[in-house]
């Protein structure tokens, strides 16, 4: 997300031109949060085609419980070696558009944001080995939900969001220390923290975010810069639901 804060309004409007800044604005981010949705279209469809493959009620030597089985397919990309290129390759995904967007095409970057979403979606998919179905599609409506007021929100605001944000930003940080930690506590209370932790901070992401995204927009942009910014911009919104939605499924998901 370091390019998306590089990205900043430097100069003042002449007078006359507001109108045309708030047209421009509102298809600006129009753009954006249609690139974000088409992202996590992308995201489920790769996840349910993932586990409608890697699953089969006929028996095979794979039993996970409940009559369901992993298929050859599915004991590859979960359970052997194969799984850490599963997990990894959304990360080295979205490292390569962060660091290479500034000299991509819109369409390059475009298509690469794409792939990263398919990407997520094929590493989301063993969601559904361990949380029911149900539980799944109401946390979905439910970060839906959140998400919608919190970008209203920071797109609204007259507030600085700036402070709140970089405190944010260092709580992400803690997070990750504190789930790495756990891997190794496996303690439940501490798993339960960093949940509800964990919906705090993404939710203020997604005010601070939104706010920062509206920021980045000025009207003298050539098509160039301006698709890049609106990439950018989809691909930090998406990545604010994803963890929004993964922390709210651990707060308040029904597992199997």
């Given at each position: 997300m370091a390019e998306l804060r590089n990205y900043q309004v430097r100069s003042t409007p002449a007078a006359g031109t507001y109108a045309d800044i708030d047209q421009g604005l509102r298809s600006y981010m129009i753009k954006v949060y249609n690139l974000m949705g088409l992202g996590l279209?992308?995201?489920?469809l790769a996840a349910v085609a993932t586990i409608m493959?890697?699953?089969t009620s006929t028996p095979t030597a794979y039993a996970i419980g409940d009559g369901t089985y992993l298929?050859?397919?599915g004991y590859a990309i979960f359970a052997s070696p194969l799984k850490w290129v599963v997990i990894l390759a959304p990360l080295a995904a979205v490292f390569f558009l962060s660091f290479r967007v500034q000299s991509m095409?819109?369409?390059?970057?475009q298509t690469t944001f794409w792939v990263y979403a398919a990407l997520v979606g094929l590493s989301l998919s063993s969601i559904f080995?361990?949380?029911t179905t149900a539980s799944i599609s109401q946390t979905f409506f439910a970060t839906a939900a959140a998400f919608g007021a919190l970008s209203l929100y920071g797109y609204t605001t007259k507030r600085d969001l700036t402070a709140m944000g970089s405190f944010l930003i260092m709580g992400v940080f803690g997070l990750v220390i504190a789930m790495v930690i756990n891997i190794f506590l496996q303690s439940s209370a501490l798993s339960f923290a960093v949940s509800a932790i964990?919906?705090?901070v993404f939710a203020g992401l997604t005010a601070y975010d939104t706010q920062k995204?509206?920021?980045?927009?000025f009207e003298g942009?050539?098509?160039?810069?301006?698709?890049?910014?609106?990439i950018m911009g989809a691909l930090t919104l998406y990545l604010d639901f994803i963890n929004l939605f993964m922390f709210l499924l651990q707060f308040m998901g029904d597992r199997r």
């Open positions: 279209l992308i995201t489920g493959m890697a699953t298929t050859a397919f095409s819109v369409s390059a970057a080995l361990v949380y964990g919906v705090l995204i509206k920021e980045m927009y942009d050539d098509q160039l810069v301006a698709g890049r910014k609106s």
